[in-house]
Structure formats: C-alpha cells, structure tokens
C-alpha cells in the first residue's frame, strides 16, 4: 500500500465507520458467540504472498463487526463505557497519520506541549487547584502503579528502584474493599506485594461505602507498632462495583497526619466533576496528591487516554525518571520529557483527541450529556424497581446502581437471558452480599428512549424465565 492508496483506503474506512455507527442500534450490543469461533473463521498460514487490500478489507467487514461487543452502543449499560466521540475519532486517525513518538520534548514540540495544555484544561474543568499539573498515561491501572511505585519510593527514601527490596521494611498500602483490582495489581508489580494491601472497614450505603477514617487511623498506628512501614493510601471516587466513594476530606486528613501520601481513583467518576453540583462527592480532593481520571470512559475522549494529576510531580520524576546518554536534549534543560513521568519510554500523542473533543464539544455540550446520563439513571432506577420481583439493592451514584431480580440465581438466569436477548447489554457484581445486576448510563450517543428500554427488556425476559 502506498500513500495515494491509503488515502483511498481512508475514504473507503470512512464511509465504512459512518454506516457502522449509523447501524449500530440494529445490532446486538454482545455478539452471542461460542470462544473460539470466531478464530476458526480467519484461521490458515501466514501468509507468503501479498493479498490485496480489498480482499483483507472485504474479510474485515464481512467477519470483526459480528463478532465484537460494541462498546459505542446506545444500549451499552455494562461495565463503565469507553465513550469515543466522532470528533476524537478523527482526531485519532490523524495522530496515527503523523505515528509520532512523544517521549521527549524534542521528538514531538506539539504533542508535549499540548499534553501540557489539555492536563491543565481538565485540570480547571474539574474545579482543581491551579497548582495541580500531570500527565497523560494509557490507562487508569498504569496511573495507580506509577502513584504507588512513587509511595514505594518516598517511604524508602528513594532507596527501592536502586537497591532492591530485600532487606527493605515491610510496606503496607491503605484502601477500602471497593477500590478497583488494579490497586491490587500494583501493589504485586511494586513488589510491595498484594497482602500487603491493608483493606480498611467501610460504612454502609448512607456514606457510599466510604473506608472509616477511625478504622484507617487504627491501622495505621497498628502497623507501626507492628515494626511495619506505612507508604500510602488509596481512595477510591466512584468505584467500579457499585461507585461506592470514599470521603476524600476526612481519609486525606488522617493520611497526612500520618505523613502519608495520598493517591485517589477517579477513573470513571471523574468525568462528572465537570458538573459542580457533582463535586460534594469528592470534598476535599485538593489536598490529594495524585489523581487518576480516565477521559476515556465517561467523557468520550477515544480509548485510550487516562489523566494523572500531581500536586507535586518532583518524588514521580525522580522514581520513574532515567536520562541516558542517547536521551539528553541538549541545550534543553527547561523543557519537560514526560517519559519521566510515566512507566514506558515511547508515548502516543494521546492530547490531541482530547483536544479536538474539547474544542468541538465545548464543556457545555459534555456537561448536558452527563446531566442526562444521571438523570435518565435514576428513571430507570424508578421503572426497575417498580417491575414485579425486582428490587434495587444499591442506589445511584451518579449514573451507576444495581438490583436483582428474586434470589441470586434468578437473577443470574435474567442476566444471562438479557445478554443473549443483545437488546442490552448489563453486567454483574457482588453487592450487600448478593449477586446483582449492575446498569450504568453513559454511552455518549445515547437517548432517553435507549436507556428506559432497559426496564421494558428486563420486563418481558423475566416474564419468559
Ligand atoms: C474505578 C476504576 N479504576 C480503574 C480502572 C482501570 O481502568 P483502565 O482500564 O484505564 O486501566 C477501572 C476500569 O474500569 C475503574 O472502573
């Protein structure tokens, strides 16, 4: 392929993405597929010879779409989304025309440099204080390890990333039952090791779950007089279970007394925070000192794109920061490489969807789709818990609740019926020690009559159960 037939190509994938998006309403949202199926339809040698690209781009249209969930769905209500706005899409396409590489100011003067605009942009939509800064990262569990191997760090004395661990003391990490796995993971990559991850008690529902800042201030005392090493403190705002959110204000304050940093996941929730009469759920952020966002969920920047706010980037750089020789910009020591910031060398020029979507859409257009998302939730809520044997079992949080349908396995036989039914497509979590059905709204194009099919379907199925 040469540049006059990608540009050819280009238009083909175009008018294809078009038609796609306009059909998506037709298709089911999961396929209903047996594992492995789908291989047996592209198996075969690799190939010796060239193929042409009508015939690779006839397989992909006649074989991928039938055989992928499609996440930009209007009836997707599972998990949390992973919005991609038109506009960030087209962004997309041409960070990946120009395939540059920003690891360093040098390599990509834009690419950084908006990096550094669209942080500080968000960073003043979600009402932060100006002293924040941050970085871009793939994803939200690479912004939590990067916080807790800085944790890591700072409690050994910058010693770990040189010396090893053997022979360290025992680090321990804080956080509530409802934080997200990839707190776990991070403390298995950190070496810290995941039992070491101490799971605070937690109120109920009528304080979203929050960890009880008694309870961490207890364990925390309880480690030291145990000869173990206290290094941090995760909090969770809007987990992914149930958006059970810790109290932000209260836990930073026995953190810090403590002298102990404080990292916070607001990988979904954060995209609400654009709205001010969201931000009680997170009172008190700006004393944290790092943040993960994830604008790639909620907010629709394409997948993928996670925000990490620092409200002092030094202890980060000076964990993950390496300079060789063959990485010096010479004559360039004011300019910030973010490849310090962040685990790979090599980084995607990530800022511009974000860019495009926030100039296309305005915060305005965002504010108004969130504010719907909420809003149809909780109406939905109201029309589940008013079908026959249906009963909410964890209220809205933002736009995230779950209920069940009778006993533990009626309600899985419905999820199971639901999801192959493709109208919808929902998932499940433990909650209140029962199985249930978790709904979230927020697909970026969906309506109010997409959402309130919801309760329509799970009416006629659990009539058929
Ligand atoms: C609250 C929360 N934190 C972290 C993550 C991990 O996000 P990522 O896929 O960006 O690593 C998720 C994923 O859904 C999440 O819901």
Redesign the pocket.
Known sequence: MDHDDLAHWSKRAADWTRDYHAGLRDRPVRPDLEPGAFRKLIDGPVPEEPESIETIFDDFTRLVPDAMTHWQHPRFFA??PANAAPVSMLAEQLANAMAGQAMLWQTAPAANEMEALVVDWMRNALGLPGSFTGTIH???????LTAVLTMREKALDFQGATDGLSGAPRLRLYASSH??S?VDKALRLSGIGQNNLVKVPTFGQDRRWSMDPDALDRLIRDDVAAGMTPAGVVL?V???GIGATDNPKDLIAVAHRHGLPVHV?????GSAMICPEFRDLWQGIEKADSI?F?P??WLGAQF?L?IQFLRDPAPQIRTMGLRPAYLETLGQDEVVNYNEWTVPLGRRFRALKLWFLLRSEGLAGLRSRIRNHVTWAREARDAIAALPGFEIVTEPILSLFTFCFQDDARTAALLEAVNRDGRIYLTQTQAEGRFVIRMQVGQFDCTREDVMMAPEVLRDIAARL
């Open positions: 998990y949390f793939d994803s939200a569990t690479t912004a939590t934080t997200h990839s969770a809007g987990g992914t996941d607001a990988a979904w929730a993960a994830n790639h969920k993928d996670s």
